[in-house]
């Protein structure tokens, strides 16, 4: 945990769930953290907590689909800190139906947020980390994509996508800027009270009351990817309940 002293982390999708429990366990072991959200009042609770056990720890209020909105969220840990070490997009939406229900709103929104808002924090952030010589990027994926369900389609393509794209920018890199992938399975959130299809917003549930791990878990793995020499890359990690099929 040496490692984590004195890193500055960028987390999107932090005012709650894995977001939320990234920042705060972080902090916890020394980073300075940097959140990244819709929602300021959470944020700002989220600073007051982590800075009444002398944490540090800043905020930005973002929007992941305005490519903007992530340099800013990137120049904040800068101008703050003087530095940006890790990029954690955590940020993701799921809305789950079946495909030829041509639910075209909920496919663009997957699209915008959980594809394109990595990419843009990968562009915001990666400019720096080449000027550093030296960064992180941890995108939090899903266990969705590895195993192909119905009623997943879309949700499961935009996380498979990220997959590929870290795979290539992995291969690309010179091994100056690591990265690394977290695919969670069930986590106690409230990731599925946004999901609009009731038949699958009451089965997510159900699995998240019955086998769902907390957002600790996710935390931990973050921490260990990052707290690596420089020299080690952890590439995916797959976090799940044991009883989870």
Same mark, same amino acid.
């Given at each position: 945990? %040496?490692?984590?002293?004195?890193?500055?982390?960028?987390?999107?999708? =932090?005012?709650?769930?894995?977001?939320? @429990?990234?920042?705060?366990?972080?902090?916890?072991?020394? =980073?300075?953290?940097?959140?990244?959200?819709?929602?300021?009042?959470?944020?700002? %609770?989220?600073?007051?907590?982590?800075?009444?056990?002398?944490?540090? /720890?800043?905020?930005?209020?973002? #929007?992941?689909?305005?490519?903007?909105?992530?340099?800013?969220?990137?120049?904040? /840990?800068?101008? %703050?800190? &003087?530095?940006? #070490?890790?990029?954690?997009?955590?940020?993701?939406?799921?809305?789950?139906?079946?495909?030829?229900?041509?639910?075209?709103?909920?496919?663009?929104?997957?699209?915008?947020?959980?594809?394109?808002?990595?990419?843009?924090?990968? @562009?915001?952030?990666?400019?720096?980390?080449?000027?550093?010589? @030296?960064?992180?990027?941890?995108?939090?994926?899903?266990?969705?994509?590895?195993?192909?369900?119905?009623?997943? &389609?879309?949700?499961? &393509?935009?996380?498979?996508?990220?997959?590929?794209?870290?795979?290539?920018?992995?291969?690309?890199? #010179?091994g100056n800027i690591r990265i690394t992938g977290i695919s969670p399975g069930f986590v106690r959130t409230d990731f599925a009270n946004n999901i609009k299809n009731q038949e699958m917003?009451? /089965?997510? %549930?159900?699995?998240?009351?019955?086998?769902?791990?907390?957002?600790? =878990?996710? =935390?931990?793995?973050?921490?260990?990817?990052?707290?690596?020499?420089?020299?080690?890359?952890? &590439?995916d990690v797959v976090i799940r309940p044991s009883k989870q099929n």
């Amino acid at each position: 945990m %040496q490692n984590i002293k004195g890193k500055v982390v960028a987390i999107t999708g =932090a005012s709650s769930g894995m977001g939320k @429990a990234i920042a705060i366990e972080l902090a916890k072991n020394g =980073a300075k953290v940097v959140l990244g959200a819709r929602r300021t009042e959470q944020l700002l %609770q989220i600073i007051d907590e982590i800075k009444s056990t002398d944490g540090e /720890a800043t905020c930005a209020q973002i #929007d992941v689909k305005h490519k903007a909105d992530l340099v800013r969220l990137v120049n904040t /840990a800068v101008e %703050q800190y &003087g530095k940006l #070490d890790v990029i954690v997009n955590n940020a993701g939406v799921s809305q789950l139906a079946r495909i030829d229900e041509l639910d075209i709103d909920s496919w663009e929104e997957m699209i915008d947020i959980n594809l394109k808002g990595v990419l843009y924090g990968m @562009a915001a952030a990666i400019p720096v980390f080449k000027q550093q010589q @030296a960064g992180h990027i941890v995108n939090i994926i899903s266990t969705s994509g590895i195993k192909i369900v119905p009623m997943q &389609g879309v949700y499961a &393509g935009t996380k498979n996508a990220i997959r590929t794209i870290a795979e290539a920018f992995r291969q690309e890199s #010179d091994g100056n800027i690591r990265i690394t992938g977290i695919s969670p399975g069930f986590v106690r959130t409230d990731f599925a009270n946004n999901i609009k299809n009731q038949e699958m917003k009451t /089965a997510v %549930q159900q699995g998240v009351e019955q086998i769902a791990i907390d957002p600790i =878990a996710i =935390a931990n793995a973050v921490i260990y990817a990052i707290s690596q020499p420089v020299d080690v890359e952890i &590439g995916d990690v797959v976090i799940r309940p044991s009883k989870q099929n």
